[in-house]
């Protein structure tokens, strides 16, 4: 069953978002939140396929960019953590949509991909303007700023709501990234090293 879940990771979770995506059609009315929740959770579903299989590759670029070797099966595996951080910024942020500060994690959340795809291009020196996952990724920080938006335009949250939400994001998505590198066997911290090496090796394009 272990095996299983490691190898088709990906596919159990777009099942799970699936069923979740149905049973909020099936609902009544939604708020503008909710709504936005929604379209999220199915963004997120098309930007694991993007990043991750079609056409894919965004885990290829980081084994590359710090000079490991990550085997099919981790990178099936790593999708894991990932699934999992997903659900949750799905059904916690669609249940808990009155609070803004909630509704500022998951904000943060698309707005952390967008920009990190965007910088990705220049960081694994990219050919052409694009990195796997980017077009949902900008998807996904649109819906971000409208989330945002909308808490402005309707006075919803504090300053603790715009403080406190995008540092428990950070935190969320710092253990995940930590998670997922730890799975390729390489400590966190070890990165920036790593990558600076890769550079030099590469020399300036």
């Known amino acids: 069953m272990t095996r299983f879940i490691k190898h088709y990771a990906l596919e159990i979770y777009t099942v799970l978002a699936m069923i979740f995506i149905v049973c909020t059609a099936m609902m009544g009315k939604l708020s503008f939140i909710q709504k936005l929740v929604v379209i999220d959770s199915f963004l997120f579903i098309?930007?694991?396929?993007?990043?991750?299989?079609?056409p894919g590759g965004f885990i290829s670029l980081i084994a590359e960019l710090t000079g490991?070797?990550?085997?099919?099966?981790?990178?099936?595996?790593?999708?894991?953590p990932a699934g999992i951080l997903l659900l949750l910024l799905s059904v916690v942020p669609f249940v808990c949509h009155d609070i803004p500060l909630i509704t500022m994690v998951v904000a943060t959340f698309g707005i952390i991909e967008g920009v990190v795809h965007t910088i990705g291009i220049r960081l694994f020196r990219m050919k052409h303007f694009y990195t796997p996952g980017m077009v949902t990724a900008w998807l996904e920080l649109v819906v971000s700023l409208l989330m945002i938006g909308w808490l402005v335009a309707n006075r919803l949250g504090t300053w603790q709501d715009?403080?406190?939400?995008?540092?428990?994001m950070f935190l969320c998505f710092g253990t995940l990234q930590k998670t997922m590198t730890l799975m390729v066997g390489i400590n966190y911290s070890d990165m920036p090293k790593m990558i600076r090496h890769q550079w030099k090796k590469k020399g300036p394009h």
């Open 46 to 54: 098309l930007h694991e396929w993007e990043e991750g299989h079609y």
């Open 68 to 80: 490991i070797q990550v085997s099919d099966e981790t990178k099936r595996a790593s999708r894991i």
């Open 162 to 168: 715009y403080v406190f939400g995008p540092l428990v």
